[in-house]
């Protein structure tokens, strides 16, 4: 039987709680059922917050699922609430980044990327998610000097190499 099934006859028994509905939806969003995740964690987590028990993990939970459907806006609040809890950790601020930068505010996603990599500095996809940033602001010397650390951290990936080629024919070196 699965955590889910247990989780969800917990709250069955006793809906009142919403400790056990955050329970259910964190277990959601780990098993990428992002709309019950939301569902879920957006019942618990007003009642969470007037007894003072909104936890960091929630938001976190929740921020993933609002990214995994590109709701955007949510993802970025859930995570700052998040990190505003201190919880911050590399999964939150890269997230964050990631969710800041497809909403095309890349100043700070950047910022975001960056505090990844005084945690990680070896961390290849904040240094390629940068190397794009500056790709995207066509500052390409930057892009390149970040996708080529990038790359020597992650050979084998093909966004990666991808992104390095993009930015080598921006500079005009197709060769």
């Known amino acids: 039987s699965s955590a889910i099934s247990h989780l969800e006859k917990a709250v069955a028994l006793d809906p009142t709680r919403p400790d056990l509905a955050a329970e259910l939806g964190i277990t959601y969003s780990y098993a990428g059922l992002a709309e019950q995740a939301i569902l879920t964690l957006g019942g618990a987590l007003p009642k969470l917050a007037a007894l003072g028990q909104d936890d960091p993990l929630i938001y976190v939970a929740y921020g ?26 590399v999964h939150v601020q890269l997230n964050l980044g990631v969710a800041l930068h ?41 892009s390149l000097n970040i996708l080529e650390r990038a790359a020597k951290l992650s050979p084998g990936d093909p966004l990666t190499l991808t992104d390095l080629g993009v930015t080598l024919q921006r500079l005009g070196r197709t060769e």
């Open 102 to 142: 497809q909403m095309d505010r890349r100043a700070e996603a950047i910022e975001a990327y960056e505090t990844v990599l005084k945690a990680d500095p070896g961390h290849a996809a904040a240094l390629t998610n940068i190397g794009v940033a500056y790709q995207e602001e066509k500052k390409f010397a930057a």
């Open 64 to 89: 993933d699922s609002c990214l995994s459907l590109s709701h955007l806006k949510e993802a970025v609040s859930h995570y700052q609430a998040a990190l505003a809890g201190k919880h911050d950790t």
